[in-house]
């Protein structure tokens, strides 16, 4: 079966510090991979979405990016921190576009 | 841009009501999803309903998928403090991107 991991869980940063979040995923080749934002206790906003190694697409400018170094593994990065990209932070992944998508367990950024 | 609705927001009875959660649209989706989300953790897939008039159950949860595809209600009958959490809609929009739309979701407590 396929199973999806995000590390850290949490993480407390201080404004202008850099970010790595990491997302990885088991039991399944060429997945479509997703980041998404969840302010709280409400909907989440999709950031970046990848259908293969290298392909990034952006769906909101922001102060974030994305990469996809290999197959399996979508990482979320940041050169300086804001503020407002405090968040629950959410890895998907689906097997093609359009499909249903399944989620981690996600990522708890709090930037002081 | 396509939006979903949801309501109501926020919803607290006692343990054995049953409640209806409503996710609607003026746009048509080719699939919608609900998620159970608890504090801290990623949203959890319920159901995919994808045909126009589908009911499908899940135990106490009965979903059901608008005719025109723009609209979804889930209905919890006996509602139990283990149904306690965040209900969110999605649905793909028409681009094609595998983008998911989400409602704002719904916080249910139910109080023993």
Do not use: M
């Amino acid at each position: 079966s396929q199973t999806i991991h995000q590390w850290p869980a949490t993480l407390v940063q201080p404004v202008g510090s850099p970010l790595s979040l990491e997302c990885t995923v088991e039991g399944t080749s060429n997945p479509n991979l997703y980041w998404y934002r969840q302010a709280a206790g409400r909907g989440l906003q999709l950031l970046f979405y990848s259908v293969g190694i290298g392909q990034i697409s952006s769906e909101v400018p922001q102060n974030l990016s994305a990469s996809r170094p290999q197959d399996r593994q979508f990482i979320l990065s940041s050169k300086k921190l804001l503020l407002s990209d405090s968040g629950f932070y959410l890895c998907a992944w689906s097997g093609r576009l359009g499909d249903t998508q399944y989620f981690g367990p996600g990522t708890r950024l709090t930037v002081l | 841009t396509q939006l979903l609705e949801q309501s109501p927001q926020f919803l607290s009875i006692q343990e054995g009501e049953n409640l209806t959660v409503y996710c609607n649209s003026s746009s048509v989706f080719s699939s919608l999803q609900w998620y159970r989300q608890e504090p801290g953790e990623g949203p959890v897939l319920l159901v995919t309903v994808v045909t126009g008039g589908e009911v499908k159950k899940l135990k106490r949860l009965t979903f059901q998928f608008g005719d025109a595809r723009k609209d979804s209600s889930l209905h919890i009958t006996a509602a139990q403090p283990g149904d306690t959490g965040l209900y969110l809609c999605a649905g793909h929009g028409s681009s094609n991107t595998g983008k998911l739309i989400f409602g704002q979701g719904t916080t249910l407590q139910v109080k023993p």
